[in-house]
């Protein structure tokens, strides 16, 4: 094989031997390094090394894509890791071995299908958001950095503080499985140690009990037969729509006066207790003889009713509470029960919290409450001794 002292200009005039497919020219100050000239006009930078008595080659860079200089000082870096008993071929096939990430977010998203309650949710997050970013790269080379550049472009594009923390979460959730199911590329979670804002995303409202008799006489004028009975049964038990609307009848037992919740958002079943006014609208309930459910969807009597946004926003509407949410609620069942004096231990019991922090949120709802008790001490104070 001809060998020359490759320099920037005898690289620029080699050529292909006239006859032959190829014509290899190696360095004679770089051991290894070669530039490849082929018939075709193409040039390619190599390293050529022998390993364990096999030759390998390491594509540098072609011709017109790597300047000279550069390729050089790729070669000798590359030369000195053989000499140290490395192999860049063996690091190069398993660079290309670590996946993209939209092939772990497939795995991600099977998971998700398998065990989560919310798979829509993280599908749709993957799709919108995180997948056109993210889908076509490595997974080692997604670094902290630019993932926490994307964070902070997607809160300026806009997006609300809550949908960029989801998105945030899901996107560190997949590294984490892919890092549990031995996923090259996972062994570091490029989105864990990014600090997130404090996230104040609660929105507060609660009906007074004037507001919420306006309430119900406007549901029970709509024209959604069910609408006042779930309503009525939301503002009573603090239950979530989701669970009231799936409950079936052998859910109901109405002489221990309890409902059972087979399956909450915390994953855990519970026992919903019932006061005497929410036995009284589960019996007034019409009940058709093949019926399953207590809110019969008015289509098929053996599936339940999945919605009753419709019906609620005009109610709404009518009642003057506009803006308010079906999940205000299980918020203003909890404060009824806070003003009446009931501990935060006990609605947190009623509301099926996982966790007495999950109830805190609701200490302060107990003004009645607290007013009650001062006032009582100021007559107190003020009597007479």
Same mark, same amino acid.
């Given at each position: 094989? $001809?060998?020359?002292?490759?320099?920037?200009?005898? #690289?620029?005039?080699?050529?292909?031997?006239?006859?032959?497919?190829?014509?290899?020219? %190696?360095?004679?100050?770089?051991?290894?390094?070669?530039?490849?000239?082929?018939?075709?006009?193409?040039?390619? %930078? %190599?390293?050529?090394?022998?390993?364990?008595?096999?030759?390998?080659? +390491?594509?540098?860079?072609?011709?017109?894509?790597?300047?000279?200089?550069?390729?050089?000082?790729?070669?000798?870096?590359?030369?000195?890791?053989?000499?140290?008993?490395?192999?860049?071929?063996?690091?190069?096939?398993?660079?290309?071995?670590? $996946?993209?990430?939209?092939?772990?977010?497939?795995?991600?998203?099977?998971?998700?299908?398998?065990?989560?309650?919310?798979?829509?949710?993280?599908?749709?997050?993957?799709?919108?958001?995180?997948?056109?970013?993210?889908?076509?790269? @490595?997974?080692?080379?997604?670094?902290? @950095?630019?993932?926490?550049?994307?964070?902070?472009?997607?809160?300026?594009?806009?997006? #609300?503080?809550?949908?960029?923390?989801?998105? =945030?979460?899901?996107?560190?959730?997949?590294?984490?499985?892919?890092? @549990?199911?031995?996923?090259?590329?996972?062994? @570091?979670?490029?989105?864990?140690?990014?600090q997130s804002k404090p996230l104040n995303n609660a929105r507060e409202r609660y009906l007074t009990s004037a507001e919420a008799t306006r309430l119900l006489a406007a549901a029970e004028k709509s024209r959604n037969p069910q609408l006042a009975a779930v309503v009525g049964l939301l503002l009573l038990t603090g239950m979530r729509v989701s669970e009231l609307l799936s409950t079936r009848w052998d859910h109901v037992d109405v002489e221990r006066r309890t409902l059972h919740v087979p399956t909450s958002k915390t994953g855990r079943s519970r026992h919903v207790p019932l006061a005497q006014a929410a036995v009284g609208i589960i019996e007034r309930l019409p009940k058709a003889?093949?019926?399953?459910?207590?809110?019969?969807?008015?289509?098929?009597? =053996?599936?339940? /009713?999945?919605?009753?946004? +419709?019906?609620?926003?005009?109610?709404?509407?009518?009642?003057? /509470?506009?803006?308010?949410?079906?999940?205000?609620?299980?918020?203003?069942?909890?404060?009824?029960?806070?003003?009446?004096?009931?501990?935060?231990?006990?609605?947190?019991?009623?509301?099926?919290?996982?966790? %007495?922090?999950?109830?805190?949120?609701?200490?302060?709802?107990?003004?009645?409450?607290?007013? #009650?008790?001062?006032?009582?001490? #100021?007559?107190?104070?003020?009597?007479?001794?």
């Open positions: 094989m $001809p060998k020359l002292t490759l320099t920037h200009s005898s #690289a620029l005039l080699a050529e292909c031997e006239p006859g032959k497919r190829k014509t290899d020219f %190696y360095d004679d100050t770089v051991t290894g390094f070669v530039l490849e000239c082929r018939s075709t006009g193409g040039k390619t %930078y %190599y390293l050529r090394y022998d390993q364990a008595g096999r030759q390998k080659q +390491h594509k540098i860079g072609r011709y017109d894509d790597v300047t000279f200089a550069a390729a050089k000082k790729a070669a000798q870096r590359l030369r000195s890791e053989v000499v140290m008993g490395g192999d860049p071929g063996a690091r190069k096939a398993e660079a290309k071995a670590v $996946p993209v990430y939209s092939e772990l977010a497939t795995q991600h998203l099977a998971d998700a299908k398998l065990h989560q309650r919310s798979y829509d949710t993280t599908e749709g997050y993957m799709r919108l958001h995180i997948l056109p970013k993210w889908g076509k790269m @490595r997974l080692n080379e997604i670094d902290g @950095r630019a993932v926490a550049q994307w964070l902070a472009d997607k809160r300026a594009e806009g997006l #609300a503080p809550a949908t960029v923390v989801k998105a =945030k979460a899901i996107f560190g959730r997949s590294f984490e499985l892919g890092a @549990r199911w031995g996923v090259p590329g996972c062994e @570091r979670n490029p989105v864990r140690g990014i003889k093949e019926a399953v459910y207590l809110f019969a969807s008015p289509k098929d009597p =053996k599936k339940h /009713l999945t919605t009753i946004k +419709h019906g609620w926003q005009t109610a709404r509407d009518i009642a003057g /509470l506009p803006g308010l949410r079906i999940h205000d609620l299980r918020h203003s069942a909890a404060s009824f029960m806070a003003n009446s004096g009931v501990d935060l231990f006990a609605i947190g019991k009623v509301l099926g919290h996982a966790s %007495y922090q999950s109830s805190q949120r609701y200490s302060h709802l107990a003004n009645d409450t607290l007013l #009650a008790a001062v006032e009582a001490g #100021a007559a107190k104070q003020a009597q007479p001794v």
